[in-house]
């Protein structure tokens, strides 16, 4: 993605084996030196991993993250890789195939833990640490656009109000950037413009006048010992829940 540029590796890590934790204390002995590209193995395995690392400072349209993959993006998260993260011994997130960042805060030195579980569907797996730069407002802009870009694409039809105005704003949205000298001033100016556009324009007057109505209710589940164990279960209700 065009807002995401590298910011540096994390070398600093170690790893040890584990059964089921019991508790959200990692264990205090057993490390052993992670390396770049080193694979886990075993089904249904877990491990935790130590990181220390210090982030680096940042502009004012940008945030630091540390970056993970697992080569299994895109793919099923309840049967792949799955992880807590930890900071200054509470679990802030859960990390999956589907969820990849942990937005941190600059200029600090961090000793964060994973406690990472294999999934049942694998016998080894990559496990890729690395710190990226996201541009938080390009990011934004880019959602706001591609929100509304999509219903097009899968929604709305092409002889459609909502359709011909939807496209029609996007389209002056677009007409507002200057994409000749990126990450200037003004390159940033262009881009505030058309947020400020389509979030006065599109989002506040158009958006809320159709005559469907759609009620949602946030949720989570839990499916008892579905293609896992139920110690599994257990461990699903605590990334789900916390």
Same mark, same amino acid.
């Given at each position: 993605s065009q807002f995401f540029t590298y910011a540096g590796s994390v070398d /600093?890590?170690?790893?040890? +084996?584990?059964?089921?934790?019991?508790?959200d204390n990692p264990p205090t002995e057993g490390w052993k030196k992670y390396t770049d590209r080193m694979r886990f193995f075993g089904n249904d395995?877990?491990?935790?991993?130590k990181l220390h690392f210090k982030t680096p400072s940042v502009t004012k349209h940008q945030y630091v993250a540390l970056t993970t993959a697992t080569g299994y993006?895109?793919?099923r998260d309840t049967i792949n890789p799955q992880c807590m993260v930890f900071i200054d011994g509470k679990i802030v997130q859960a990390l999956d195939t589907n969820h990849s960042l942990v937005r941190l805060e600059p200029d600090r030195e961090y000793q964060i833990f994973i406690?990472?579980?294999?999934?049942? /569907?694998?016998?080894?797996? +990559?496990f890729r640490m690395w710190l990226s730069y996201i541009d938080e407002t390009v990011e934004q802009l880019y959602y706001d656009m591609f929100v509304p870009f999509q219903a097009c694409r899968d929604v709305y039809t092409e002889n459609s109000y909502e359709f011909a105005n939807t496209v029609k704003v996007l389209e002056q949205a677009c007409n507002m950037?200057?994409?000749?000298y990126p990450y200037t001033e003004a390159y940033y100016d262009r881009i505030c413009q058309a947020g400020k556009?389509?979030?006065?324009?599109?989002?506040?007057?158009?958006?809320?006048?159709?005559?469907?109505?759609?009620s949602y209710v946030g949720h989570t589940h839990i499916d008892i010992a579905w293609q896992w164990t139920i110690a599994?279960?257990?461990e699903k209700v605590q990334r789900s829940f916390s």
């Open positions: /600093d890590i170690e790893y040890v +084996e584990t059964g089921y934790k019991t508790d395995k877990h491990y935790w991993l993006e895109g793919e406690y990472y579980y294999m999934g049942s /569907d694998h016998d080894a797996c +990559e950037l200057d994409l000749n556009f389509l979030k006065e324009e599109y989002y506040e007057k158009e958006c809320g006048k159709s005559d469907s109505i759609t599994q279960t257990k």
